[in-house]
């Protein structure tokens, strides 16, 4: 069983920055998508960035493709999502998930179905960008 702790979550002002870090744990596996997602109140929960466990490309979607970086230490079973310009509307809490992948195509974490293939979660992380 998967366990995912996020972190990192606070207020900042529009332009700021923010790092948040999810420690994983229980791998039964070698192959994870890793990903990061977020819900705004009365909003889906979107995914916003992946990565794949073995290292390769990285995808984001689009409304943060430039402005957040993802990226993992495998040395502490860690992702980070690091996220700079930060708007009042990145408002959200961030969710650490993970699933299960054959191979390092993780490209479809910005799919509005993707928050449902995606089969471990984290407990969350509140992220509030005022203006």
């Known amino acids: 069983q998967v366990q995912l702790v996020e972190s990192g979550g606070g207020s900042v002002q529009a332009g700021g920055s923010l790092r948040l870090s999810c420690v994983a744990s229980?791998?039964?596996?070698?192959?994870?998508?890793m990903g990061w997602f977020r819900q705004a109140p009365g909003k889906e929960r979107e995914g916003v960035a992946a990565?794949?466990?073995?290292?390769?490309?990285?995808y984001y979607s689009d409304s943060v493709k430039g402005r957040f970086t993802i990226s993992q230490d495998n040395t502490k079973n860690t992702l980070y999502l690091q996220m700079n310009s930060l708007k009042p509307e990145d408002t959200a809490m961030y969710y650490c998930a993970a699933k299960r992948s054959s191979g390092p195509d993780c490209s479809g974490v910005s799919r509005p179905s993707s928050r449902y293939e995606y089969n471990y979660w984290g407990q969350g992380t509140q992220v509030t960008v005022s203006s």
């Open positions: 229980g791998y039964r596996y070698s192959s994870y998508c």
């Open positions: 990565s794949y466990t073995g290292g390769g490309s990285r």
